[in-house]
T-cell receptor
Framework: AQTVTQSQPEMSVQEAETVTLSCTYD???????LFWYKQPPSRQMILVIR??????QNATENRFSVNFQKAAKSFSLKISDSQLGDTAMYFC????????????FGGGTRLMVKP | DSGVTQTPKHLITATGQRVTLRCSPR?????VYWYQQSLDQGLQFLIQ???????AKGNILERFSAQQFPDLHSELNLSSLELGDSALYFC?????????????FGPGTRLTVL
């Protein structure tokens, strides 16, 4: 079974600064996807960025980028130029290619962006 | 707006009762997933349906059941409710199953069991 670990329960960052959220996972599969979801106070789950395991290039979406280290099974999220609207819970998630493609989530990191 | 709808938004009920949560997937999506988010267990997968058939099961209690109807909407039935069933229940949908497709989440149903 897959496991996803987020070792930082809470983090804070000053507005306009850069912050990195950590995520590690464990799997025996070779082909899979990794995701970062944002959950603001509204509780809506919003996809931030995704990475396909067979792609070596790190994914980037505007101010959000990932550092994907397949051998180390590490998948960190970097938020540049942090904005107040980035304040939210962030969940790292794994999707394999077996048994229905469900998402396995980490425990989440609560990010607070301070003015 | 993800295009996935869930009703009701909030539900308050008593222990021992039975409730039904409803989900309508995005237009064209055949696969529906149910997830539970609680303080104790975090976000965990419950069950998946694809085009009316159960495709995968996760940590779903025997007191819980689900189905997907011919119009592709899905219902999650929770019975003999306990205090610990209080949680946010998400439905997500994707185009297909068996390959790696993005899941789009609904706004969730917040269940409070008193």
């Amino acid at each position: 079974a897959q496991t996803v670990t987020q070792s930082q329960p809470e983090m804070s960052v000053q507005e306009a600064e850069t912050v990195t959220l950590s995520c590690t996972y464990d799997t025996s599969e070779s082909n899979y996807y990794l995701f970062w979801y944002k959950q603001p106070p509204s509780r809506q789950m919003i996809l931030v960025i995704r990475q396909e395991a067979y792609k070596q290039q790190n994914a980037t979406e505007n101010r959000f980028s990932v550092n994907f280290q397949k051998a180390a099974k590490s998948f960190s999220l970097k938020i540049s130029d942090s904005q107040l609207g980035d304040t939210a819970m962030y969940f790292c998630a794994f999707m394999g290619n077996n048994a229905g493609n469900m998402l396995t989530f980490g425990g989440g990191t609560r990010l607070m962006v301070k003015p | 707006d993800s295009g996935v709808t869930q009703t009701p938004k909030h539900l308050i009920t008593a222990t021992g009762q039975r409730v039904t949560l409803r989900c309508s997937p995005r237009s064209g999506d055949l696969s529906v997933y149910w997830y539970q988010q609680s303080l104790d267990q975090g976000l965990q997968f419950l069950i998946q349906y694809y085009n009316g058939e159960e495709r995968a099961k996760g940590n779903i209690l025997e007191r819980f059941s689900a189905q997907q109807f011919p119009d592709l909407h899905s219902e999650l039935n929770l019975s003999s409710l306990e205090l610990g069933d209080s949680a946010l229940y998400f439905c997500a949908s994707s185009v297909a199953s068996g390959s790696l497709h993005e899941q789009f989440f609904g706004p969730g149903t917040r269940l409070t069991v008193l």
